[in-house]
């Protein structure tokens, strides 16, 4: 079972970005008034204090102001103290540094935002860029802070960029086709790079441009028509996804096969359904390693069912048999329920 939501995952990142230069501010505050309260449970169990003697202790402890002890401590009581000593000295310090930088650096966070943010983009790894924040580009940013993922958006629409601020979502505000600003964005380390700009041309060039930077980068490029996909893959990007296209098989699909269509939400995570479909990659550490599927007992252990498996370098190969043999970077395609898919996940 998770510690914490995805949902309350991406709060918490949406909640450090809008604070921005404010977010140590607010953590040293939330330290020190769990110290404080630590302590004054600590002196009311270990000493037996009333909560008046507990909070005068902690209070002339964390002041130095040296008027000593409310009553004799005990050994507990006094390393007790010691740890407080050491904690609240610490956290103050921690509270004055973010007061400094607050000072310093300015105190509102539009103000200082485009180097805050440029700071905090410079240290992201694995990261996905999305350029553009249309009607396209705003799904794909919700449905990868979904999962969790850190994502940079560049826009430079001025009601875009005020939801992205307002959204407390990274962005950049300028031109994606720009080579400094997709600098910026950190295309060298990012893992992924996701242009979904309205023009063709603008793409090829985001890619092209993208492509230069990293030969690592998995690009994907959104087109209008079928005849820009060669060029799109040819300036280097790893798949061209044309959004009309699929949307109208979509709704034909859904005349046609409704059952099947039903089906394949299970892909998007968009089923009513308790089951949800996900796609799985073997870690060289894990335990699966050299196992068939068999072996794993991936149906009466997790109640898994496995549609797909890619090797490396092969074509997909569904229905796999039960004695095909599991090995590092295979990506499994299976179909359970979430928490069952969660479990299995620590495996690889």
């Known amino acids: 079972m998770k510690l914490f939501s995805k949902s309350f995952i991406v709060r918490l990142i949406r909640l450090r970005n809008q604070l921005g230069v404010f977010w140590p501010l607010m953590v040293s505050q939330i330290s020190i008034l769990g110290v404080v309260a630590l302590a004054v449970y600590g002196y009311m169990e270990l000493e037996g204090w009333s909560m008046s003697d507990a909070v005068y202790m902690v209070v002339i402890t964390l002041s130095t102001v040296g008027f000593g002890e409310v009553q004799p401590l005990s050994t507990e009581g006094r390393i007790l103290t010691s740890f407080l000593i050491l904690a609240g000295v610490g956290n103050f310090a921690f509270l004055l540094g973010a007061f400094s930088q607050l000072l310093v650096e300015g105190k509102f966070f539009h103000f200082i935002g485009s180097r805050r943010v440029l700071k905090t983009i410079a240290k992201l790894k694995d990261h996905c860029v999305v350029c553009g924040y249309g009607r396209i580009g705003s799904v794909v940013v919700d449905e990868i802070m979904a999962e969790g993922q850190d ?198």
């Open 151 to 348: 994502v940079v958006v560049i826009e430079n629409d001025p009601e875009s960029v005020k939801t992205l601020q307002e959204e407390g979502i990274l962005y950049i505000d300028g031109d994606a086709t720009s080579d400094d600003v997709l600098a910026q964005s950190g295309v060298a380390n990012a893992k992924n790079l996701i242009t979904a700009l309205s023009e063709d041309a603008a793409n090829v060039y985001v890619v092209l441009s993208a492509r230069e930077m990293s030969q690592d980068v998995n690009i994907v490029s959104r087109a209008s028509s079928h005849q820009r996909v060669s060029k799109l893959k040819q300036a280097g990007a790893n798949s061209v996804i044309l959004p009309n296209h699929i949307g109208g098989l979509r709704l034909a699909q859904s005349v046609l096969r409704p059952t099947v269509t039903s089906f394949m939400e299970l892909a998007y995570g968009r089923s009513t359904m308790a089951i949800q479909m996900e796609e799985l990659t073997i870690s060289e550490k894990s335990s699966l390693v050299g196992k068939d599927l068999i072996q794993s007992e991936l149906r009466p252990k997790f109640n898994l069912i496995v549609i797909a498996i890619k090797k490396e370098g092969q074509d997909m190969v569904f229905n796999p048999e039960g004695r095909t043999v599991l090995e590092a970077g295979n990506t499994i395609i299976a179909v359970g329920a979430q928490e069952q898919l969660d479990e299995f996940a620590k495996l690889l």
